[in-house]
T-cell receptor, first 113, second 113 residues
Framework: EDKVVQSPLSLVVHEGDTVTLNCSYEVTNFRSLLWYKQEKKAPTFLFMLTSSGIEKKSGRLSSILDKKELFSILNITATQTGDSAIYLCAVYYNAGNNRKLIWGLGTSLAVNP | DTGVSQNPRHKITKRGQNVTFRCDPISEHNRLYWYRQTLGQGPEFLTYFQNEAQLEKSRLLSDRFSAERPKGSFSTLEIQRTEQGDSAMYLC???????????FGPGTRLLVL
């Protein structure tokens, strides 16, 4: 069965810490992996990764994909309280004649001052 | 505002009543998705449309749920005979043809008393 698993499910850190969030997947015909951030509203897009080993970076956030080991990590350095959110991972893949997106359950990150 | 819009933003109803939500996607997007999300969880896929065709419906979706997209533009999601377990955030998203990134609306938060 196709699935996306995120870990940890929740995480509490202090401001300034660095965190690494994991997303592993098992799908056939992988196409891309997406990261979203969700605060108290709809998810907002962070990154889309299609190639192994190429880091995507945006400010203090960065992400990389390993298509051999079937996972991605999202790093956040020098965390701030505004980073507190649920971080969602989704994988886009071919399923028959359709392309599908499957979501992980998310990692809930709390950054304490 | 050319983003995805949803109405209403909040709905409180009594158990057993019917409710209908509306989603207006980004106009160039031919794919439209409905998700349900409960607190602390990732989005749970409900159904999606390509133009006016409903291509997939989650097995988790009971017969009380129905969605339409009659002209391939806006969509409605109706829940009949609501139950307390239907209380959740209902998210709509849309995407460009053939691209994985989904653009989310602000969601409709449903509370069934």
């Amino acid at each position: 069965e196709d699935k996306v698993v995120q870990s940890p499910l929740s995480l509490v850190v202090h401001e300034g810490d660095t965190v690494t969030l994991n997303c592993s997947y098992e799908v056939t015909n992988f196409r891309s992996l997406l990261w979203y951030k969700q605060e108290k509203k709809a998810p907002t897009f962070l990154f889309m990764l299609t190639s192994s080993g190429i880091e995507k970076k945006s400010g203090r956030l960065s992400s990389i994909l390993d298509k051999k080991e079937l996972f991605s990590i999202l790093n956040i350095t020098a965390t701030q309280t505004g980073d507190s959110a649920i971080y969602l991972c989704a994988v886009y893949y071919n399923a028959g004649n359709n392309r599908k997106l499957i979501w992980g359950l998310g990692t809930s990150l709390a950054v304490n001052p | 505002d050319t983003g995805v819009s949803q109405n209403p933003r909040h709905k409180i109803t009594k158990r057993g009543q019917n409710v209908t939500f509306r989603c207006d996607p980004i106009s160039e997007h031919n794919r439209l998705y409905w998700y349900r999300q409960t607190l602390g969880q990732g989005p749970e896929f409900l159904t999606y449309f390509q133009n006016e065709a409903q291509l997939e419906k989650s097995r988790l979706l009971s017969d009380r749920f129905s969605a339409e997209r009659p002209k391939g533009s806006f969509s409605t999601l109706e829940i009949q005979r609501t139950e307390q377990g239907d209380s959740a955030m209902y998210l709509c998203a849309s995407s460009f043809p053939g691209l994985p990134r989904e653009y989310f609306g602000p969601g409709t938060r449903l509370l069934v008393l």
